[in-house]
């Protein structure tokens, strides 16, 4: 597994893109989670992300852009 890409949401939740897809980290439990929706297929590496004004995360993937919604990880 490799990190790609790096993203900080407010105090508590950092995205982590990597090789292998899309993963978020709870800063204030330390828990991680694989986020594996049908927008981010497993094998997608997630090589730059960015946070929209109206907060969904795009994501720059080796399949193109890909537009997610930080609540329902859709």
């Not at 989670?33 to 497993?42: C, N, Q, R």
């Amino acid at each position: 597994l490799t990190v790609k890409s790096l993203l900080l949401e407010g105090d508590e939740t950092l995205w982590v893109g990597t090789n292998k897809g899309l993963n978020k980290f709870n800063r204030r439990t330390g828990t991680a989670e694989y986020v594996g929706t049908g927008h981010i297929p497993d094998a997608m590496v997630i090589a730059g992300m960015v946070q929209g004004p109206d907060g969904w995360l795009w994501l720059a993937t080796n399949k193109g852009l890909v537009k997610v919604d930080p609540h329902t990880q859709e």
